[in-house]
């Protein structure tokens, strides 16, 4: 991938600031590429950057127009496009992580041609894979799932990928969706695989590797998502993890996009995610809890990651506020060193 | 879907019958609607058709070549190429269930350009999808689930809605593969959408209808498939299942295509199964077990069935033998009638 820095990123008028979760994971793990954000009317996002129109942001050096936003069907909003075309019209190229291409509509495909600009359409993948085939490939290799989707999976495993790497352990974080794809610069957005070829694009994009190199895998979606459980479950397949790392968010009441589907109960996940997994690597097993606490009082996460500790009785820790060194412990364990 | 009869079925020269299974699925289902089959040299399948070279065919009044074959991955072998071209020169329409796009070979866009022939993608959706929503909708549904891919799911849902169809129920077969859909002239190929849609899109497949009616789905992969199993959880979730039938395959050692993953024991399936199709259907049960006795001896095939039936309680019928009357029962005194 070679998308121009930096970045002006686009939250157009998203309703809540999950919705702008691939602008704030580049916001927050790749602060140095990002320059400003540019919101229309009513937007209910903010990444913590500064406020800029797309001419402030050309003329502040912006060399790319990153469309930070997710929504259920990855659909491009009409009222968004005028202002992509007036960042091409300026030379900006645009990245989208979206389902919907961006050339795919004509005002932004004209503007690009004329102004011999690149769109990015990042969550569509640039190669063929094969159907996934189950053989035990050598490496370590780690996933995080969750309760439910957009619950904290990416952010968990980039922070465990990046001890992994202040330890100086062999690893590569393994992005699987449009938002670590743009981190990365390099993965495969695994809910745009034509659903046939899930599992065998999860192998290739894991492959094998030395006995002690640690593969951390962004999960995708959840088990226990009545849209995305296919993609959870076909990225596990292909993953083949030892470990898994379980991902909760206590305020969290029921399942995003789906009001009428509460979120599990946190004892009645761990054995279908294991049976599940077993299919591809018996030796699979939870090796810790990650909760995103930011919605809470430090106290009170605190009080709730006790909870489930004890109940459970794996490392629980905020990978964020209390960094991932834990669950990190627990890797090591599994790879003897 | 208007694709013109009859139709002529081209096997290739795939190494097994199961590799054929679109054309035996054409050829026992619509058998009218078949004149002949075309192979080529080492072909080990046979549909039970003439054999006839592309320009009997075409003497007989075949209208259509139709591609009765899969393979892992959905690819067209170099070498078929010719003999579809010579179809589309002779007059034929072509119609394929493949992943790769018939368009997609030049040799045959341009024959189908330069004789005016039309060229059928049937896994290729023509429609856009949402994501799922995991509401529950009005009607009844039975689903078709397999210890393996390929081990009978589609004959026993079609063995199930023709006998609904007898009885004069409310009901529709619903086709997920590209065999289904040619033989129901409507469908989805489920394993061909994008994976975050594969919910979505069998919740489009089977939609609202009247308490009383049954939607007889046709399952997909098997939740036991490295490869597929994806697949199958999607489209379980979608399709909010009141019914489940196991499908089972008696003389099968290994999951197809992965000569080094077991089938797994019978016992062990049924709990996965219903625990994950409980997410969006809590009132989800097994009606009965449907075993393709095809290849042992019919006294095998009865004391294998009545082994099954009495250590799990449920009826075990071999649809095509005996016709699937215990499992519509079954499902008739689930819906009350």
Redo the contacts between chains.
């Keep these: 991938m070679n998308i121009q820095k930096p970045y002006v990123l686009f939250l157009g008028d998203v309703p809540d600031q999950l919705a702008a979760k691939t602008g704030d994971g580049i916001a927050d793990w790749r602060p140095d590429w990002c320059i400003g954000q540019v919101r229309l009317p009513g937007c209910g996002a903010d990444c913590g950057l500064p406020d800029m129109t797309v001419a402030e942001g050309v003329a502040k050096g912006g060399k790319t127009l990153v469309v930070g936003v997710v929504n259920?069907?990855?659909f491009l909003p009409d009222h968004w496009i005028a202002t992509i075309v007036e960042a091409i019209a300026s030379g900006m190229d645009v990245a989208s992580g979206l389902?919907a291409r961006l050339g795919s509509f004509p005002a932004i495909k004209a503007a690009a041609e004329e102004h011999g600009r690149t769109l990015h359409d990042l969550r569509h993948p640039t190669r063929d894979f094969?159907?996934?085939?189950?053989?035990k490939r050598p490496g370590m290799r780690a996933l995080t799932v969750g309760m439910d989707c957009s619950i904290g999976k990416k952010y968990t495993a980039l922070a465990v990928a990046r001890e992994l790497e202040a330890r100086g352990v062999k690893s590569s974080f393994r992005a699987t969706g449009q938002t670590g794809v743009l981190i990365a610069e390099r993965g495969i957005a695994?809910?745009?695989?034509?659903?046939?070829?899930?599992?065998?694009a999860a192998e290739w994009l894991s492959p094998a590797n030395d006995p002690d190199h640690w593969d951390v895998i962004e999960g995708q979606g959840s088990?226990?998502h009545?849209?995305?459980?296919?993609?959870?479950?076909?990225?596990m397949?292909?993953s083949q993890p030892d470990a898994l790392i379980l991902c909760h968010e206590p305020t969290r009441t029921h399942?995003r996009?789906?009001p009428?589907?509460p979120i599990p109960n946190m004892a009645d996940v761990f054995e279908?995610y294991l049976?599940?997994a077993r299919?591809?690597n018996p030796a699979v097993r939870f090796v810790g809890i990650s909760v995103n606490t930011a919605g809470v009082a430090p106290a009170e996460g605190d009080r709730i990651m006790g909870e489930i500790e004890q109940k459970f009785g794996l490392p629980t820790v905020d990978p964020i506020r209390q960094g991932p060194g834990r669950i990190v412990d627990a890797l090591m364990a599994m790879s003897g060193a």
């Design positions: 259920q069907g990855g389902h094969g159907t996934g085939k189950g053989v695994i809910d745009a695989i034509v659903s046939d070829f899930i599992a065998g088990l226990f009545a849209a995305y459980a296919g993609v959870t479950l076909g990225l397949h292909g399942m996009g789906l009428h589907m279908p049976t599940l299919l591809t």
